[in-house]
């Protein structure tokens, strides 16, 4: 009698428990969805809109030197304020970089550098990776399509190449 009441009362125990955890851990899922949405649609989208306007604009963007990413970037947001075009909003100093933090996960420190016929995304972690790769694509394959990515300079990290 005493045994089956503790294995009741464990039982219970436990299965208040995981009622308790699921939607914590569901919640997560969804801010982190929701984080990376954010990211893709309003980082990712408004550096599209900029590239593709000066590059119709102006008949070359500044070159590409080597070493130089963050300098070539910061004359691109000259232009684009210039043109006046939004730059899109990051908690960052620089609207060419933007910090994602997650629950449960990493940082991730994302750097982008606009060419003119693709943006290059350094830094991104596999999960938004593969979550830009199904916004753009509509398909997870990092391999073709429109975003394609291969593994990043950092451990965990991907660079990832959007065709524009």
Known sequence: MIREKLTK??????????FAVMPIWAGGKLINLVLDHIFIS???DGWQQ???HLEATISALPPLRSGQLAARMHRIERLAARASLTLPATRTRHSYTY?????????ENIFLAVESTRIIIYGLRKQTMRRLDKYIDGTENIYAG?????????????TGVLQL
């Open 50 to 52: 900029i590239a593709r």
């Open 9 to 18: 009362r464990v039982y219970y125990i436990f299965l208040y428990s995981a």
């Open 99 to 107: 910090h994602l933090k997650k629950i449960n996960q990493p940082v």
């Open 42 to 44: 309003n980082f990712v």
């Open 146 to 158: 429109r975003f394609q990515a291969l593994p990043g300079k950092n451990p965990g990290t991907y």
